[in-house]
């Protein structure tokens, strides 16, 4: 590896990520807080079931930033070759199009990456704190960290607040518990943007939207043809697609059934 290969965007932000967040737990642990008396008590099992959350959001976080969104291949797979013959066979009207940067055949719902430089399918957004895009195969994981990492925050919060002491001369609480209020504010700051980001992925989710076709829905040639979302299925369906898969199939079939619907229904 190249030595200036360690200076990526990539590989600084997972770094300062992994630094803050166990930076934010030494913290934690070094001063006066709920972790401290627990242990002081002998009640190990919290502070572990806290070390354990937060290994584990930052496992997810890495998991999200280091894997495949779902690139669409420049050079299909014979399983692929059989989706485009079956794509084939889908009523014309569906809008594919050729990507202008990459040249490749362009499913529905996917999108150029002018970042990774790459179409991925099923495109929600390119997220900088991760330096990678969320996409098909890693926003189920990528809605499960957000969780994950929500829980993380708001305990991490409530033990900063356990050990802030207020009554006490200005430069005495500065120099005990300045680095500790500094913490919390800043855990203040990330759970709030978290408890945002959670609660506007849960609703597209819900309603099988992205936040690509959310904000540019005006742009997006098979969303402008319909009144309504052509791939919101229910709540339950929308769901259960989502993070299990199911129903399966593609999105040019699901858009294909919609219209059917449309031209039945008009009749």
């Known amino acids: 590896m190249a030595p200036w290969a360690l200076l990526s965007p990539g590989v600084l932000v997972r770094t300062g990520h992994t630094v803050l967040t166990w930076g934010i737990t030494l913290v934690l642990f070094l001063h006066d807080t709920a972790l401290r008396?627990?242990?002081?008590?002998?009640?190990?099992?919290?502070?572990?079931?806290?070390?354990?959350?937060?290994?584990?959001?930052?496992?997810?976080?890495?998991?999200?930033?280091?894997?495949?969104?779902?690139?669409?291949?420049?050079?299909?797979?014979?399983?692929?070759?059989?989706?485009?013959?079956?794509?084939?066979m889908v009523p014309q009207t569906i809008p594919l199009r050729r990507c202008r940067y990459c040249l490749v055949l362009q499913p529905l719902r996917a999108r150029h990456c002018r970042e990774c430089r790459r179409c991925v399918r099923r495109y929600d957004h390119h997220c900088p704190w991760m330096e990678n895009c969320v996409g098909e195969r890693n926003h189920p994981l990528f809605v499960a960290y957000l969780?994950?990492?929500?829980?993380?925050?708001?305990?991490?919060l409530y033990l900063a607040w356990s050990g802030l002491r207020f009554f006490q001369p200005w430069g005495l609480w500065l120099r005990s518990s300045g680095l500790l209020f500094a913490t919390f504010l800043l855990l203040s700051l990330f759970s709030l943007v978290a408890g945002l980001l959670l609660a506007s992925h849960l609703y597209l989710v819900g309603s099988n939207t992205t936040t690509w076709e959310f904000i540019s829905s005006h742009r997006i040639a098979y969303l402008r043809q319909r009144p309504g979302n052509p791939f919101d299925r229910g709540l339950i369906r929308n769901l259960a697609h989502f993070f299990c898969g199911w129903p399966s199939g593609s999105w040019e079939t699901l858009w294909a059934e919609e219209e059917e619907e449309g031209s039945s229904q008009a009749v």
């Not at 959001?57 to 059989?82: F, I, W």
């Not at 969780?147 to 991490?156: D, N, S, T, Y």
């Open 147 to 156: 969780a994950l990492q929500l829980v993380v925050l708001l305990w991490g």
């Open 37 to 88: 008396q627990w242990e002081e008590q002998g009640e190990l099992l919290l502070p572990l079931i806290f070390l354990l959350l937060v290994l584990g959001s930052l496992l997810l976080y890495l998991a999200v930033s280091l894997m495949d969104p779902g690139y669409v291949n420049v050079q299909p797979q014979p399983q692929e070759e059989a989706k485009e013959e079956q794509t084939a």
